[in-house]
Nanobody
Framework: QVQLVESGGGLVQAGGSLRLSCAASGRTSNNYAMGWFRQAPGKEREFVAF????????SYADSVKGRFTISKDNAKNTVYLQMNSLKPEDTAVYYC???????????????WGQGTQVTVSS
């Protein structure tokens, strides 16, 4: 089992920045990928970004490219999502995810975090 604990959400004005963290513990694996998804009220959960734990390759949703950056700290088993130039439409519950690269890319990871709320005011 892998436990994922997110932190760093909050309320920010449009144009501001936040950094989310996701600490992984338990049976983590170097073959894993980790990612971020988000779910706004009344909408389906959507992919935001992922990072491959071994090679560090990344991918982003078009809606966040150039504004969000995903990174990792191997020593701390932690993944970060730096969010800049935030917009009201970025308001959502953000979920950390971990699993195989295929699973994370397709939105079917093995593990989910509990979610952290991000609210961007206009």
């Amino acid at each position: 089992q892998v436990q994922l604990v997110e932190s760093g959400g909050g309320l920010v004005q449009a144009g501001g920045s936040l950094r989310l963290s996701c600490a992984a513990s338990g049976r983590t694996s170097n073959n894993y990928a980790m990612g971020w998804f988000r779910q706004a009220p009344g909408k389906e959960r959507e992919f935001v970004a992922f990072i491959n734990w071994m090679g560090g390759s990344t991918s982003y949703a078009d809606s966040v490219k150039g504004r969000f950056t995903i990174s990792k700290d191997n020593a701390k088993n932690t993944v970060y999502l730096q969010m800049n130039s935030l917009k009201p439409e970025d308001t959502a519950v953000y979920y950390c995810a971990a699993g195989t690269l295929y699973g994370v890319r397709t939105g079917t990871p093995d593990y989910w975090g509990q979610g952290t709320q991000v609210t961007v005011s206009s």
